[in-house]
C-alpha cells in the first residue's frame, strides 16, 4: 500500500515539474506569427497541391503576408471567389481570372495513330521520351505513359485503355497545371473552362508537315489553314504546321470544327445535333 | 570493384572482316559525334569524290565529317536517326568510286611517324576522327591536353567488354600493325609518354597478336597489358583504375590523373588518317546475336552513312524470333526505333535479341540483397538512388554521387527483382548535372 | 520495317538470377538437413514440415489477395523459405496447431503487415518461432529423441546441451561425459533444423557457390563466439562451455547461415554484416552464459534486426574517385 502511494505521488509531481518545463519552453520559444497566414491558409483550398508555384497552402499563405500583396500569387485551385477572400483578408486587389481546365492536345489514340514497335521500359513519360521518339511515327504527341495521372492529386486524369490517351474528369480538375509541367511531350495545356463548360481547341501539336503527320495519324492537324481562314474572330493561328485557337478570342461559333478535314479539332460540351458525329464531343 | 560477368557470347570472333558494298543511296548525319553537330559545305547537286569534305565543324568540341562514297548530292535535310528524332543529313546518290587523289589506297605498312607534332594533330583534325570505343568524343580535342595538364600515359583500349561485340577483336587479329603504329602516332602527340595496349584475359589470340606487333615494330615503350574479365572493363574510369591504379575524382577528365584513353578503332583511324591521309569514312562493326545461325554473323567494314536497312539486309535479313534489334553492345547500346536509320562513325554493332533474352519482367519489390551495389563499378547504391529518384530529392542524390553514374547498366542487369534501377536513375542523374552546372554558373 | 520490335534504355540483357531462383536455391540449400530431419524423426516431422510449408505459402497468397487486394505483393517462394526455416525451428513434436499460429505470425504479422516481401523489418521465421517460445514454452521444449526411419543410438533426449548446462552449470554436462564422446553431427536434440551441422554447412557451401549470400554474417558470428566462449572458457573452464559446443550446439549454424543472413533484415555491406554478425554472437553468449534461456540464437538475431538500418546508415561502400 505504501509503495502505491509513493508511485501516485512521485509520477503527480514529476507530471507537475514537467508541464511546468514544457510551458516555459513553449513560451520562451514562441513564434510570433502574422494571424493574417493562419487565416489565409485556412481560406485556401488546402490542397497542397503546388498549382501556385509555392511548397503549399502554407507556404503561399507566408509568401503573401510578407510581400503584402497577390502580385503573381494566385490560387489556381480555389479560383477568384478563394483569391477574393485572400484579398479581402489582405486588404488588397486580386486579378480576376477565368477558370480553367487542362485539355489533352493529342489524337493519338490506338485507332488513329498506329504502333510501330513496343516500348519495354520503365512506364514513365520522361524516360521513355528521353529515350526515342516514341513508339508511333508521330514524335510529338501523347506516349502514353501516365506522368500526367501520377502526377494528379485530385484524380482528375485517368488513361483510358480503349484510346491509351489521359482523359481530363472536368469536375475534379483544378487546373493546378501539375499534368502540365508533368508531360514531357507538352501535350497538355490549361485552357478557359468556357461558358457552360463550351470550348473548342486543336486537340494535336504535330509539327511535322501535313503529309507525314497524317501518315502518323488519322486525326493530326495537317496545317493545312483551313480553320484560321474560317474563323471570323482571328482567334485561330497557324505556326509551324500545327493551328492553335486562342480561347481568349474564340467565340464558340464551331466553323472551324466543321472545316477541319482530319477532325483535329474537338468541340467540347456543345449539345449533341443530330448530324454531328459523335466522337468529336467525347472528352 | 565492381562489374558484371555477363555471358561472352562473342559468337561472330571467327567471323573476318568483310568488306561491305554500298546501296544506290548514302545518308551521312551530320551529328555523328559528341559535341555541336558539323556545318555541311556542300550544296545539293554538287559531286563529291569518297574522302571529300562534306561538312566542317560546327564549334570547338565537334569535327569534320567526309563523303563515304562518290557520288551526286541529292539532299541536306532533316532525317530521323534510329531513335526516330530528326537529324541533318547529307543524303549522296552513288556514282562510281572515285577517291580523292591525296589518299594513299595502297595496304603497305608506313612505319615512318611525321616528326611535326602540330601537323599530325591538323591531319588527325582534318581526317574527322573521333573516338570510336563509344562516346565518339573528337580525338585531336583528347589528343592535346589542355595547358597545365600533361598525359602520363596513353592507354590503347582493346577490352572489349561488352558482350557479343567483336569488332576491334578482329581488328587486333587482323591489323595489329597498324593500330601499333597508330598507338604511337599518338604517343608522339603526347610528348612521348608510355602507352599500355589493354586487353582483357579472354582474347588470347589478341594478346599474342598485339604483342607480336609491339615486338616487330619496335617502338619504344609501348607495352601490351592484360586485364580481368569483367564488364565494365573497358569503361575509361575503370581502365584507368585497371592499368594506372588511379581513379579520377568525381566530375575530373582522364587527363586529371596523367591518363589518355583511346579505343583500338581510334588507333587505327589515326593511322589511317595521318599516315594514309584517309579520313574517317569507314569502320568495323558486328553483325549478330543470340541463336543467330553462323552464316548470319559478320563483321563488317562498312562506309560509314550507310544504312542500317542495308546492312541487314546484306548480312542475310531479320532472324527469326527477333525481338529487338540494338545498336551497339547489350549493356550500353541503343534500341532501334526506326531500321531505316544510317551508320554512324561510332556504329559497331547490329544486335539481334530474343524474347527471351531481352524482354523486361515485372518490377518486384527489393528484397535489400545488395547486388546492385557490389555490381556498381563507381561504388554507388543504386537501390538507395532509385529510392530518392522516386522521391525526387536532389538534394540527397547529389550527397548519393548520381552525378558519377556512368549508365554502364549493371545495376538493372544485376537485379533479381527486375527493379529498372537505371531508368530511374539516368534522368535523376541529367538532373542533378544540370543543377550542378548552374550553380557553378553562378560562382 | 513491318514487324514490331521492342524499344527500351540499356541494358538489354538481364542477368539469370531472379527474386524467385534465389529463394529456389535457399530451399535446395535446406534440402539435406530437411531430408535427415524427415529420417532422424520420421512422421511427426513430416507433419510439421507439411503444415508449416502449406499454411506459409497459403497465407501469404490468401492476405495478399484478399487483405491488401493486389496478388502481386504475395511471393510464394519466399514464403516457402519462411515455411521450411520455421519448421526446422520448431521440435518435431510440435503439435500442428502450434505450426499453424506460427505461420501466421511470420506470414501474417512479421511480413504482410509491413507490406509484405522486402519491407519486413524482423525475420518473419525468427520472429514466429520467438512468439511461439514465450506463448507455448511448454509444446515448443518438448525435444523428441530423434525416432525416425533410421535406426540412432546415441541420441540425447529430453533437454539438449544448452539446456542441460542452463539448468545444471558444466556438472550437468560433465554427467552426460562431456566433452568427449559425442560426435557432434548427428546427435543434437533441439530444433529439428539443429540436427546436424554438417549438413546446415553443406548447404550453406552451396549457397557460397551459388553466391546467393556471402559469407561476412556467418563468419562474423562464429568469429565473436568462438573469441567469447574462448576466453570465458579458458578463463573459467569450470564454469563456462568451450567454443566447440557453442559453435556447434543449438541454433547457431541454422540462425548464423540461413536466418542472419537473410537480405530483407541483414546490412547490405560487408562491414555492415561483420558488425551485424558480431553483434549477434556477441547477445547469444551473453544470454548462454547469463541469461535464463539455454538458447539466444532467435533472440540475438531479433535484437540486431533492429540496428540493420542504423548499421545501413553507417556503413556505405568506397565509392570511386571519392578518397
Known amino acids: 500500500m505504501n509503495s502505491l502511494i509513493w508511485t501516485v505521488i512521485i509520477l503527480t509531481v514529476l507530471g507537475c515539474i514537467l508541464a511546468l518545463v514544457l510551458s516555459l519552453v513553449a513560451r520562451r520559444f514562441h513564434v510570433v506569427e502574422d494571424p493574417r497566414i493562419d487565416a489565409i491558409e485556412k481560406a485556401l483550398p488546402g490542397a497542397n497541391c503546388g498549382g501556385c508555384g509555392f511548397a503549399g497552402c502554407r507556404a503561399f499563405s507566408d509568401a503573401a503576408v510578407k510581400a503584402g500583396n497577390l502580385d503573381g500569387r494566385y490560387c489556381p485551385v480555389g479560383g477568384t471567389p478563394v483569391m477574393r477572400e485572400v484579398a479581402a483578408i489582405l486588404g488588397v486587389q486580386t486579378e480576376e481570372k477565368a477558370p480553367q481546365v487542362a485539355v489533352v492536345r493529342c489524337n493519338g489514340s490506338f485507332a488513329n495513330r498506329p504502333r510501330v514497335n513496343d516500348y519495354d521500359g520503365l512506364k514513365s513519360c520522361k524516360v521513355k521520351a528521353a529515350l526515342y521518339a516514341g513508339d508511333t511515327h508521330c514524335p510529338f504527341g501523347c506516349v502514353g505513359c501516365g506522368d500526367c495521372v501520377a502526377a494528379c492529386a485530385f484524380g482528375a486524369l485517368s488513361l483510358n485503355a480503349e484510346t491509351g490517351l489521359p482523359v481530363v474528369d472536368e469536375q475534379k480538375c483544378t487546373a493546378c497545371g501539375k499534368c502540365v509541367q508533368a508531360c514531357p511531350k507538352h501535350v497538355m495545356e490549361l485552357r478557359n473552362k468556357g461558358p457552360r463548360g463550351l470550348r473548342v481547341f486543336v486537340s494535336c501539336i504535330n509539327k511535322d508537315k501535313g503529309a507525314v503527320a497524317r501518315k502518323a495519324c488519322a486525326a493530326a492537324c495537317i496545317g493545312c489553314g483551313k480553320c484560321a481562314k474560317v474563323c471570323a474572330h482571328e482567334a485561330i493561328t497557324v505556326q509551324d504546321n500545327v493551328a492553335y485557337i486562342d480561347f481568349t478570342k474564340c467565340r464558340l461559333c464551331k466553323k472551324c470544327v466543321a472545316e477541319c478535314p482530319t477532325g483535329a479539332i474537338h468541340a467540347v460540351n456543345f449539345p449533341v445535333l443530330p448530324k454531328k458525329e459523335e466522337e468529336k464531343k467525347d472528352e | 570493384m565492381g562489374g558484371v560477368h555477363p555471358d561472352d557470347s562473342k559468337f561472330a570472333r571467327e567471323s573476318r572482316i568483310e568488306v561491305l558494298g554500298v546501296p544506290q543511296k548514302v545518308f551521312v548525319s551530320m551529328s555523328q559525334h559528341l559535341g555541336a553537330p558539323a556545318k555541311p559545305v556542300v550544296a545539293v547537286g554538287d559531286f563529291v569524290k569518297t574522302g571529300q569534305l562534306l561538312a566542317e565543324p560546327g564549334g570547338f568540341i565537334s569535327a569534320c565529317i567526309h563523303s563515304p562514297v562518290s557520288g551526286t548530292v541529292k539532299s541536306v535535310a532533316p532525317r530521323k536517326d534510329l531513335a526516330g528524332n530528326m537529324a541533318m543529313h547529307v543524303e549522296i546518290e552513288v556514282l562510281g568510286d572515285l577517291w580523292e587523289d591525296s589518299i594513299d589506297l595502297s595496304t603497305k605498312l608506313i612505319k615512318d611517324i611525321p616528326e611535326d607534332r602540330e601537323a599530325i594533330l591538323q591531319k588527325i583534325k582534318d581526317g574527322g576522327v573521333v573516338g570510336l570505343g563509344g562516346a565518339t568524343f573528337p580525338t585531336h580535342v583528347k589528343l592535346n591536353p589542355p595547358p597545365g595538364k600533361t598525359a602520363e600515359c596513353l592507354i590503347i583500349n582493346g577490352a572489349e567488354c561488352e558482350p557479343f561485340l567483336t569488332s576491334d577483336y578482329r581488328m587486333m587479329l587482323e591489323h595489329p600493325q597498324e593500330i601499333v603504329v597508330g598507338a604511337a602516332i599518338m604517343q608522339k602527340v603526347l610528348h612521348a609518354c608510355p602507352c599500355v595496349i589493354a586487353i582483357e584475359e579472354n582474347k588470347p589470340e589478341a594478346i599474342a597478336a598485339m604483342q607480336k606487333a609491339v615486338a616487330d615494330l619496335a617502338y619504344p615503350d609501348i607495352r601490351v597489358a592484360v586485364l580481368r574479365k569483367r564488364y565494365p572493363q573497358g569503361g575509361e574510369k575503370q581502365l584507368i583504375d585497371a592499368v594506372m591504379h588511379r581513379q579520377i575524382p568525381s566530375g575530373g577528365l582522364p587527363v586529371d590523373v596523367g591518363a589518355v584513353v583511346q579505343n583500338i578503332m581510334t588507333a587505327f583511324a589515326v593511322y589511317e588518317a595521318v599516315q594514309k591521309n584517309k579520313p574517317l569514312i569507314s569502320n568495323v562493326l558486328t553483325v549478330t546475336g543470340d541463336g543467330v545461325p553462323a552464316n548470319m554473323q559478320h563483321n563488317y567494314l562498312f562506309r560509314i552513312g550507310v544504312p542500317f536497312s542495308y546492312i541487314i539486309e546484306q548480312a542475310g535479313g531479320v532472324p527469326e524470333n527477333t525481338a529487338k534489334i540494338v545498336s551497339g553492345g547489350p549493356m550500353m547500346g541503343k534500341a532501334f526505333a526506326n531500321l531505316e536509320a544510317t551508320t554512324v562513325k561510332g556504329s559497331s554493332a547490329v544486335l539481334y535479341l530474343s524474347a527471351e533474352r531481352t524482354r523486361r519482367k515485372a518490377e518486384g519489390p527489393c528484397i535489400r540483397c545488395g547486388r546492385c551495389a557490389d555490381a556498381c563499378p563507381m561504388g554507388l547504391e543504386p537501390f538507395l538512388l532509385n529510392r530518392l529518384a522516386k522521391a525526387g530529392d536532389t538534394q540527397e542524390l547529389e550527397n548519393a554521387a548520381v552525378q558519377d553514374c556512368i549508365e554502364c547498366g549493371c545495376c538493372l542487369y544485376s537485379c533479381p527483382a527486375q527493379i529498372p534501377l537505371l531508368d530511374r536513375i539516368r534522368p535523376a542523374k541529367a538532373q542533378v548535372l544540370g543543377i550542378i552546372k548552374s550553380r557553378n554558373v553562378k560562382k | ?323
Open chain 3, 1 to 323: 520495317m513491318t514487324d514490331r520490335y521492342l524499344v527500351s534504355p540499356s541494358p538489354h540483357i538481364h542477368a539469370k538470377a531472379s527474386t524467385d531462383s534465389l529463394m529456389r536455391d535457399v530451399l535446395i540449400a535446406l534440402l539435406p538437413v530437411t531430408v535427415a530431419a524427415i529420417l532422424f524423426y520420421g512422421w511427426s516431422e513430416l507433419l510439421v514440415l507439411g503444415v508449416s510449408l502449406l499454411s506459409c505459402a497459403l497465407l501469404e497468397w490468401a492476405i495478399a489477395k484478399w487483405m491488401m487486394h493486389d496478388v502481386r505483393i504475395a511471393n510464394v517462394p519466399s514464403a516457402l523459405v519462411t515455411g521450411l526455416l520455421l519448421a526446422l525451428n520448431l521440435p518435431a513434436t510440435a503439435p500442428w496447431w502450434v505450426v499453424f499460429a506460427g505461420a501466421v505470425f511470420a506470414i501474417g504479422i512479421t511480413k504482410m503487415s509491413f507490406g509484405g516481401l522486402g519491407q519486413n523489418i524482423f525475420n518473419p521465421a525468427i520472429a514466429a518461432r520467438v512468439f511461439l517460445l514465450v506463448s507455448f514454452p511448454k509444446q515448443m521444449t518438448v525435444w523428441a529423441a530423434p525416432n525416425g526411419f533410421l535406426p540412432v543410438t546415441d541420441a540425447i533426449s529430453g533437454a539438449t546441451l544448452l539446456g542441460k548446462y542452463n539448468e545444471g552449470g558444466m556438472e550437468a554436462l560433465r554427467a552426460l561425459g562431456y566433452p568427449g564422446n559425442h560426435a557432434l553431427f548427428f546427435d543434437m536434440g533441439g530444433s529439428v533444423g539443429e540436427i546436424s551441422a554438417g549438413l546446415l554447412l553443406l548447404g550453406f557451401a552451396y549457397l557460397l557457390l551459388r553466391k546467393v549470400v556471402k559469407p561476412w554474417i556467418p563468419l562474423s558470428i562464429f568469429a565473436t563466439i568462438a573469441l567469447i566462449s574462448g576466453i570465458f572458457h579458458g578463463v573459467a573452464p569450470d564454469t563456462y562451455t568451450g567454443p566447440v559446443l557453442n559453435l556447434l550446439a543449438g541454433g547457431v549454424i541454422l540462425g548464423a547461415c540461413f536466418m542472419a543472413t537473410d537480405y530483407v533484415t541483414s546490412p547490405m555491406s560487408a562491414w555492415g554484416g561483420v558488425i551485424y554478425g558480431a553483434g549477434i554472437g556477441f547477445i547469444v553468449m551473453m544470454i548462454r552464459y547469463f541469461g535464463s534461456y539455454p538458447e539466444g540464437m532467435s533472440f540475438a538475431i531479433l535484437i540486431m534486426n533492429c540496428f540493420v538500418p542504423l548499421i545501413d546508415r553507417a556503413f556505405h561502400q568506397k565509392k570511386y574517385g571519392r578518397g
